[in-house]
């Protein structure tokens, strides 16, 4: 685990004393337990942390400091989503306690179990046998499409999104988002922002619950299986089009070799064992029980796109 934390960042440091205190009086941590305290290298939106005492080991996120985008950073939606799946028997870490004080570590939080498993940087996966990796992002795909078929009443999560119009606000908050955050004007941006609303699907009101951020980085597989056995960063969760996820998973198939903007984010053309677009999709299909043939499949790729640019930004 070593190789994913670092120390803890200046602009994010608290005090950790007070951290301690506050779960001793929630039972967390005992009266006399030493806190050690690492920030996660990946999580840069909402800085998370693993919490270790001599006993037991947390996960942290938090609210980053200073003035933020509205709508971003919303930890406690996090921990809503996180506790209704857990419940549900979805794998997700164990949630265990939302903090609204900010007078503890400075922002609002919460904590979590931490769960020990394998997550993949490199979605490449270098080192795996063509085997395993091909069962990696089968298990990866079955358990979006378990996500995908989850009822919102049954979690309890009628209220969660805003319903219909999924793509449309999805575009526009993107479109938004880029905007404020942009360093400088992008032409081919705001070229794909028009086509985008120019062309949303007809039928924009399928409401599942969506994960919104669904990359192989974001799963924990269990240590020696290749399974699933928790499903991280629930930050833009929302309820929507599972399309959305389902491209936003597959769109590094159509990166170009010669992309290697991140040296972990490569393309996945010509690597042994890695399924194909169609393999994923026959397989998504079937865990739902609906057709693979796709509707609009190539809006949301450009969707998941638009997304990802206005994420780097």
């Known amino acids: 685990m070593d190789d994913l934390t670092t120390p803890i960042r200046q602009h994010h440091e608290f005090i950790v004393g007070r951290l301690q205190r ?71 870490p164990q949630p265990l306690l939302h903090c609204t004080d900010t007078e503890v570590i400075g922002t609002e ?28 992002y089968v298990a990866a795909v079955e358990v979006l499409a378990k996500l995908h078929s989850l009822d919102l009443v049954s979690l309890n999560l009628e209220g969660y999104g805003r319903g219909p119009g999924y793509c449309r606000r999805q575009v526009s908050t993107w479109t938004k988002q880029y905007t404020a955050a942009a360093h400088r004007d992008i032409p081919a941006m705001n070229e794909l922002s028009d086509w985008l609303m120019k062309n949303l699907p007809a039928n924009d009101n399928e409401v ?24 991280l960063d629930w930050e833009l969760s929302t309820t929507g089009q599972p399309l959305a996820d389902l491209a936003y998973f597959v769109m590094p198939h159509y990166w170009p070799t010669s992309l290697n903007v991140i040296s972990t984010m490569g393309s996945l053309q010509g690597i042994e064992g890695m399924p194909t677009v169609g393999d994923l999709i026959s ?31």
């Open 208 to 231: 599942t619950l969506v994960h919104g951020d669904f990359r192989l980085d974001n799963l924990i597989f269990h240590p020696t299986e290749a399974r699933v056995i928790a499903v």
């Open 283 to 313: 397989i998504y299909s079937r865990c739902r029980g609906i057709p693979s043939a796709l509707p609009n499949l190539n809006f949301y790729l450009a969707l998941s796109v638009f997304k990802m640019a206005g994420i780097a930004q």
């Open 22 to 92: 506050y779960l001793s009086v929630k039972s967390r941590v005992l009266n006399n337990d030493t806190l050690t305290v690492r920030q996660y290298s990946s999580g840069q939106s909402n800085p998370t942390f693993l919490i270790q005492t001599p006993s037991k080991s947390y996960v942290l996120r938090k609210k980053p400091p200073g003035e933020l985008l509205p709508g971003a950073h919303k930890v406690d939606r996090e921990y809503q989503v996180q506790k209704a799946l857990f419940s549900a028997g979805f794998p997700v």
């Open 109 to 136: 939080f919460y904590l979590m179990e931490h769960v020990e498993g394998r997550i993949f940087r490199d979605l490449r996966l270098p080192g795996v046998s063509a085997a395993e990796r091909a069962a990696l």
